[in-house]
């Protein structure tokens, strides 16, 4: 059983930044392709980034790219999303996930994530 728990998030204004991690306990980490999703008020669960297990091979969708940026620290065991200029239209719910795959792969489907953290609130005010 792997236990996922976010933190970092919180309201901060636009343009501004925030830093996410995401603590793994249970297993090495290093067995997990991670991924960040995200939920807005009404919208459906969505990928924002996500990283292979080694760290090598890296996914943003198009809304974040250039400002967020995915990275791993496996002997940490920790994820991270660091958010830079950051926008009302990011404000969402954002979980953390792990998915036990292959070693370049990244995880940006759903039905692929074995291990979903609680996630933590991010609001971005205009």
């Known amino acids: 059983q792997v236990q996922l728990v976010e933190s970092g998030g919180g309201l901060v204004q636009a343009g501004g930044s925030l830093r996410l991690s995401c603590v793994t306990s249970g297993r090495f980490l290093s067995n997990y392709a991670m991924g960040w999703f995200r939920q807005a008020p009404g919208k459906e669960r969505e990928v924002v980034a996500a990283?292979?297990?080694?760290?090598?091979?890296?996914y943003y969708s198009a809304s974040v790219k250039g400002r967020f940026t995915i990275s791993r620290d496996n002997a940490k065991n920790t994820v991270y999303l660091q958010m830079n200029s950051l926008k009302p239209e990011d404000t969402a719910v954002y979980y953390c996930a792990a998915d036990l795959t292959s070693l370049a792969r990244v995880t940006i489907s759903e039905s692929d994530v074995d291990y979903w953290g609680q996630g933590t609130q991010v609001t971005v005010s205009s």
């Open positions: 990283i292979s297990r080694s760290g090598g091979n890296t």
